[in-house]
């Protein structure tokens, strides 16, 4: 088997953010970059430099109103430090991600090793005007049900306004096919974010949460409007309970409207959901995968504490996409994605790929209980578990077409609580607070013992240092050092140390999954998720942009504060970190792996 490490070489270290250049001198003038103030611009401009247009909807229509040229923008700001250094400055970029042009829509890009590349038309119909978001007015609150317990009048309802909506001719911005289309156009490459370069993605950094609630958002008041009736809601799957953790029953009738034949058929009900699926199944008793599946709930939910971990990182107008994702965006969100599509399909339809997700019903009741795992999240305990503060997250701004064809133009600001968009979900129990994971054996833990994390029949394998980039083609372990042992109550209140793997690379087009342990001990039984040595994973749905050949750079930050008690090696200098490639061996590499401590 080739080796896993590369040749030696200095570990890739993220640069400090110092502006300390020959003409950003250290003074308070630097105020006004981190303020960010002259640029809040672009909240209300629609900035965009693609030059082609594909007509996929409309073969003439009229200029965007209040669009510019993004070259307007370098030329004004030249003055103060030039365009080319406006896009190095890390600080220079920094605004809000615009709502994107639609005249300068592209078709998304969907690539596999297997069934090569095709373009896919899914830019929406255009539109001469554009209205800003106003809060809606609402006589009463509709709280969206858990699908597994609606009753037969409601189901009536819901497949009514399905049925309405498919029947919607498709040039029609409400038609399902429309619909469905947006998640294709913001996610596979359809739109750049200020630059012909950087296209714009809504996953992978803290665009992903608010993106989605809007999008339902509309979704929803489409389907209200259908069947006139403006306090309809439609219903969540509760996977995040063992009675909501196999496809709900509404969805797998094949003449319902709530149907899609484009699912796993290995995974119809009864089987249960695995909320750690990783493209293979699990030989799990129902007992186990229940209780496997509530540790990975709490352990996305309770320790990623803090917003970024929570959200994902930041990512502003002119960056390169991907910055790096939140927990639940990246499990249990991309598991079921990958366990719901169709392994039959060449780009694995619908779920499993983002251009073809919201082609099946089920989609939107899977989005929904991420959206209401927001709201839990900012009721659990914990001084840090707020939203971002930050306007450049609060004014970034997306396109949707409201109930009554209107293009709406709305901010994150907009979507921060659902109540002042009219709407909650119903109460239901919430098991994963109780099932916090354990040390698979008590008392202090070993750190210096060999992994057989996940694999039972793995060999024994060499704990290395300071070795990056590596590939991961086996089980790999690293020694990394902490910079902070022994931290007192209140300064772990304040911060929270993690773990950072930087620069993890992978072909955008593949389904990877590896996990990540900490001071795990060699014996013949496996870790699993309900370990506390388990501290998380990262996995790939496939997607892509229309920049071909360009790999997904992005990172993984996992809390490791809890765990490190659990574990009792808070006064260690370092710690053992292995890598266990569940699928995709040898398709993923990373450039250098750190502890950090965070406080948003």
């Known amino acids: ?28 003038q630097l105020s006004i970059f981190k303020k960010k103030n002259p640029f ?59 709502a994107p042009d ?143 953790m196999v496809i709900p029953e509404i969805y797998v009738d094949p003449d319902s409207p709530l149907y899609d034949e484009k699912r796993n058929v290995n995974h119809q009900p009864p089987k249960m959901l695995d909320l750690d699926y990783a493209g293979k199944e699990e030989e799990l008793s129902k007992r186990d995968l229940i209780k496997s599946n509530l540790t ?41 994605h990958r366990w719901v599509g169709d392994d039959r399909e060449k780009y694995k339809e619908d779920m499993g790929n983002f251009y073809s997700a919201g082609k099946d019903p089920l989609f939107y009741a899977h989005h929904c209980n991420v959206d209401r795992l927001w709201n839990i999240w900012k009721s659990l305990p914990g001084k840090k578990r707020r939203d971002f503060t930050d306007t450049d997250w609060l004014d970034s701004s997306f396109l949707f077409y409201d109930e009554n064809a209107n293009l709406v133009r709305a901010k994150v600001r907009d979507c921060l609580d659902t109540r002042v968009l009219g709407y909650d979900y119903q ?37 290395i240092r300071n070795v990056f980039p590596i590939v991961l083609d086996k089980v790999v372990r690293i020694e990394v050092p902490r910079s902070k042992k022994s931290r007192t109550k209140l300064e772990k209140e304040d911060e929270e140390e993690v773990l950072v793997l930087q620069n993890i690379q992978v072909d955008r087009d593949v389904e990877v999954k590896f996990d990540v342990y900490i001071n795990d001990e060699e014996d013949e039984a496996p870790t699993e998720p309900e370990d506390s040595e388990f501290a998380g994973s990262f996995s790939n749905i496939p997607h892509n942009q229309n920049n071909r050949g360009m790999k997904l750079d992005t990172s993984l930050t ?28 040898g398709l993923v590499s990373i450039g250098n792996i750190k502890t950090d401590y965070i406080r948003d």
């Open 427 to 463: 109460k239901v129990n919430i098991p994963w607070l109780k099932n916090k994971p354990t040390p698979r054996r008590p008392g202090r833990v070993n750190g210096k013992g060999q992994a057989m994390a996940a694999e039972a029949n793995t060999t024994p394998t060499t704990v």
């Open 102 to 244: 639609l005249d300068l829509c592209e078709k998304a890009t969907v690539t596999s090793k297997s069934a090569g590349t095709t373009k896919v038309a899914c830019c929406p119909p255009k539109s001469a005007n554009i209205i800003d978001f106003k809060p809606p007015k609402f006589s009463k609150i509709r709280y969206r049900p858990a699908a597994h317990m609606v009753d037969p009048e409601y189901l009536d309802k819901f497949t009514k306004a399905m049925e309405l909506m498919k029947a919607l001719p498709m040039e029609d911005p409400r038609s399902f096919m429309q619909q469905a289309n947006v998640h294709c156009a913001y996610c596979n490459g359809g739109y750049d974010n200020g630059s012909p370069n950087q296209e714009l993605q809504v996953h992978f950094s803290w665009l992903f949460y608010p993106f989605h609630r809007l999008y339902l958002y509309f979704y929803e008041r489409i389907l209200g409007k259908l069947i006139d009736d403006p306090n309809f809601a439609m219903p969540f799957w509760n996977w995040d309970a063992p009675r909501g």
């Open 296 to 336: 990975v709930m709490y352990r996305q939910m309770v320790p990623n504490s803090t917003a970024s971990l929570f959200h994902g990182k930041p990512y502003r107008a002119g960056e390169k996409p991907s910055p790096g994702m939140g927990s639940i965006e990246n499990n249990p969100h991309t598991a079921i």
């Open 558 to 585: 996992l809390p490791i504060s809890d765990l490190l008690e659990d574990l009792d090696v808070e006064g260690d200098d370092n710690i053992v970190v292995t890598l266990v490639p569940k699928q995709g061996k």
């Open 1 to 28: 088997m080739a080796s896993t490490v590369h040749s030696r070489s200095t570990p890739i270290i993220l640069p400090n953010s110092s502006l300390q250049t020959s003409f950003l001198p250290k003074t308070p």
């Open 40 to 98: 809040t611009f672009a909240s209300k401009k629609l900035v965009s430099c693609k030059a082609s247009n594909e007509n996929q909807n409309n073969e003439h229509s009229s200029s965007s109103p209040n669009r510019f040229d993004r070259r307007d923008i370098l030329l004004g700001l030249g003055s103060v430090y030039g365009a080319t250094n406006l896009v190095s400055d890390p600080f220079a970029l920094a605004a809000p991600v615009a």
